[in-house]
């Protein structure tokens, strides 16, 4: 797939120079910093890589077990590398779903940060999205995590330009 530029028009999917809406802004500005950050992208939690251990996992956040929709979308993240991004829309578009539901299954990830590096999942805008299930006070978790794997981002959580293209992950398998 290839990639429209930098300074594309609002309606391209990929990469509009203009952020959806303000709120955006306001909700990145608006956000509560924690009195710690959590940058840690080095922790690795056991990932179940047969089917038979896939269907014996119960999460600990949800205390259910995984669902092969969740299953197809950790698996699909853990491609990301470090260093680079991927969108919401990218996934779903690469699974056959929707950007909404990627994000719902991503926010109940129990392998993070490693080896589903959902934190590495951002809006189709780049701007930095939401974390854990949480739009405001993690949001800063997830830019930390994706500045220490060497990503820059403006002060409205957007993506720098320069590092759109570059970094932009889609090559899934």
Not at 35 to 43: F, G, K, L, M, R
Request: with cysteine.
């Amino acid at each position: 797939m290839a990639l429209p530029s930098v300074a594309t028009t609002a309606k391209s999917s990929h990469f509009s120079a203009k952020p959806r809406s303000a709120a955006h802004a306001r909700l990145f500005k608006a956000a509560v910093v924690p009195d710690s950050i959590d940058d840690d992208v080095s922790t690795v939690i056991e990932y179940p890589e047969t089917e038979e251990a896939r269907r014996a996992y119960v999460s600990p956040q949800t205390k259910r077990p995984v669902t092969e929709f969740q299953y197809r979308v950790y698996d699909a993240c853990r491609q990301v590398p470090c260093g680079s991004y991927t969108t919401y829309k990218a996934i779903s578009d690469h699974l056959g779903s929707g950007p909404r539901a990627v994000g719902s299954a991503l926010s109940k990830n129990p392998f993070c940060p490693l080896p589903i590096p959902c934190h590495r999942v951002l809006t189709t805008d780049c701007y930095i999205g939401g974390f854990s299930g949480d739009t405001k006070s993690k949001i800063f978790w997830k830019k930390a995590k994706l500045e220490k794997e060497g990503l820059g981002f403006d002060d409205k959580g957007f993506i720098m330009p320069s590092m759109q293209q570059p970094r932009f992950f889609n090559s899934f398998k």
